[in-house]
């Protein structure tokens, strides 16, 4: 079982529209949570940070983390043609190596 | 915003061949990462750095070798490059007492 899960898409949402990305995790000890933003054939991009349970909100752009039920979301509202990227969910798993852990990501494509 | 460089940005070497890898950050972060990424998949963790002379193995087990003699460069190494180390490397760096990571613009690797 992979450690961190994301559907890769393609994710097509209409310009304007709320994108809703999500990720789950597996392991409980789990203690920081990110988003990141890749262009294709860039590096990532620190979208939002999220450690507590509930939603953090950033211009646009919500994050909302479950680990009762492990699981982080991403919302980006007011969906624009340059959001449309792979979107990286990054774990912190406890123990084992420090760095993160990253999903395979969600492509997002938003249409004019 | 962080300041982390890495070069070259791409780089075509025949088999065989040694190869180094630079990165530099001018935050002042104890942390630093290599990771490794093929298109379209995950990115994996190859080395760490906790500060001056510390490293570590990721969790995907990679044949290059790094190194950490200052806080600022963390450099990565192949001694005899060969095919299946195609791929893009990518250099990260956080503070000490956090995960956040912000990453470099990578390095595009082929070997022929």
């Known amino acids: 079982q992979k450690e961190v899960e994301q559907n890769s898409g393609p994710l097509s949402v209409p310009e304007g529209a709320i994108a809703s990305l999500n990720c789950t995790y597996s392991?409980?000890?789990?203690?920081?949570f990110f988003w990141y933003r890749q262009y294709s054939g860039k590096s990532p991009e620190l979208i939002m940070s999220i450690y507590s349970n509930g939603d953090k909100e950033d211009g646009r752009f919500t994050a909302q983390l479950n680990k009762a039920s492990q699981y982080v979301s991403l919302l980006i509202r007011d969906s624009q043609p340059s959001d449309s990227a792979t979107y990286l969910c990054?774990?912190?798993?406890?123990?084992?190596?420090?760095?993160?852990?990253f999903g395979k990501g969600t492509h997002l494509i938003i249409q004019p | 915003e962080a300041d982390i460089y890495q070069t070259p940005r791409y780089l075509v070497i025949g088999t065989g061949k040694k190869i180094t890898l630079e990165c530099s950050q001018t935050?002042?972060?104890?942390?630093m990462y290599w990771y490794q990424q093929d298109p379209g998949m995950e990115l994996h963790l190859i080395h760490y750095?906790?500060?001056?002379?510390?490293?570590e193995k990721g969790d995907l087990s990679s044949e290059s070798t790094v190194s950490r003699i200052r806080t600022e460069h963390f450099p990565l190494t192949l001694e005899s490059a060969r095919p299946s180390h195609t791929s893009q490397y990518l250099c990260a760096s956080s503070e000490g007492g956090t995960d956040t990571q912000y990453f470099g613009p990578g390095t595009r690797l082929t070997v022929l």
């Open positions: 935050m002042g972060h104890d942390k």
């Open positions: 990054a774990v912190r798993i406890g123990g084992g190596a420090d760095g993160l852990t």
């Open positions: 392991d409980r000890g789990s203690q920081s």
């Open positions: 750095s906790y500060g001056v002379n510390s490293t």
